[in-house]
């Protein structure tokens, strides 16, 4: 069973930055796709961002130049980091590897003045 761990959300104004953080334990011995997807009150939850398990990336309009997904040497650790954030940005944050039908819990980001 592989089990996601999301961490990072809270509260920001306008202009600043959050950087979430996935973490994915169980039963993989690969490196694997890894995404991000939001989800606003009232809205469809919607793609944020990916990564493919060779490193490519893809963003949602939405987020491009302002947002980056990464990994790090742990290999099935994934990160976004958000920068100039804008008020739109503000929903449920939740990570996924589609591999293992796996979603995060879901953290939630604010962004208000």
């Known amino acids: 069973q592989v089990q996601l761990v999301v961490s990072g959300g809270g509260l920001v104004q306008p202009g600043g930055s959050l950087r979430l953080s996935c973490a994915a334990s169980?039963?993989?011995?690969?490196?694997?796709?890894m995404g991000w997807y939001r989800q606003s009150p009232g809205k469809q939850r919607e793609f944020v961002a990916s990564?493919?398990?060779?490193?490519?990336?893809n963003y949602a309009d939405s987020v491009k130049g302002r947002f980056t997904i990464s990994r790090d040497g742990a290999k099935n650790t994934v990160y976004l980091q958000m920068n100039s954030l804008k008020p739109e940005d503000t929903a449920v944050y939740y990570c996924?590897?589609?591999?293992?039908?796996?979603w995060g819990q879901g953290t939630q980001v604010a962004v208000s003045s």
């Open positions: 169980g039963s993989i011995f690969r490196i694997i796709a």
């Open positions: 990564i493919s398990g060779g490193g490519s990336t």
């Open positions: 996924n590897a589609p591999l293992y039908d796996s």
